[in-house]
């Protein structure tokens, strides 16, 4: 099946540093979506975008739109060791049903 | 906010085993719901998508044979891995979405199958 690239494939920082990841794709979509997935559980909703260039915070975490449509960031400042975790993109087609295609996530270590 | 509730958390059965997994948005009336299938540090890849009331639309390559998918009613869809065999073993995951109001996908806790 269709998926995004994401990057970095995984990061190994310190807590306190600042964490950055980009997807990109061949393909434009009429919304950009970024979750977190811990082990075992379903992903979490952390920032939904929905207008090119749009760019949106939600608390440490900052997200943008891509001016092109085919491309969308993530941005996490000041890093916890609860941000451990797996980040995935998702763009999505907007419209009646509302599909989404993945990113190959990036997984986050966070040394206290 | 939206809830959206899977059912079981965990299943291992025997092989040739068909297996029903159940997918309820709580608070809300979900148009449309989405089956995922995820293996180990992968990504989550698309299976089918489910409208109420209607058949659902399998992505290529998934076997809808194999894959059962009811959606009877907003609340409710359902995911039936017939004759189960191990090479089925994966975590599964739906999430449930609703064309009338402005909210993203909301992803369920998944279910986590197991075939010996």
């Known amino acids: 099946g269709q998926q995004l690239n994401q990057s970095p494939q995984s990061m190994f920082i310190q807590e306190g540093e600042d964490v950055s990841m980009n997807c990109t794709s061949s393909?434009?979509?009429?919304?950009w979506l970024w979750y977190k997935q811990d082990p075992g559980e379903g992903p979490v909703l952390l920032i939904a975008l929905y207008k090119a260039g749009e760019l949106t915070s939600n608390g440490r975490l900052t997200a943008q739109f891509g001016i092109t449509r085919k491309d969308s960031f993530l941005n996490i400042s000041a890093s916890i060791p609860s941000d451990v975790g797996i980040y995935f993109c998702a763009g999505g087609y907007g419209g009646a049903t509302n599909k989404l295609i993945f990113g190959t996530g990036t997984l986050l270590a966070v040394q206290p | 906010g939206a809830v959206v509730s899977q059912h079981p958390s965990r299943v291992i059965c025997k092989s040739g085993t068909s297996v029903k997994i159940e997918c309820r948005s709580l608070d809300f009336q979900a148009t449309t719901m989405f089956w995922y299938r995820q293996f180990p540090k992968k990504s989550l890849m698309l299976m089918a998508t489910?409208?109420?009331?209607?058949?659902?639309?399998?992505e290529q390559g998934v076997e809808k044979d194999k894959f059962l998918i009811n959606h009877a009613s907003l609340t409710l869809s359902t995911l039936t891995v017939t004759s189960a065999h191990p090479e089925d073993s994966s975590f599964y995951i739906c999430?449930?979405?609703?064309?009338?109001?402005?909210?993203?996908?909301?992803f369920g806790d998944g279910t986590r199958l197991s075939i010996l």
């Open positions: 999430s449930a979405y609703s064309v009338y109001s402005n909210q993203p996908q909301h």
């Open positions: 393909s434009i979509f009429n919304t």
């Open positions: 489910s409208n109420e009331g209607s058949k659902a639309t399998y």
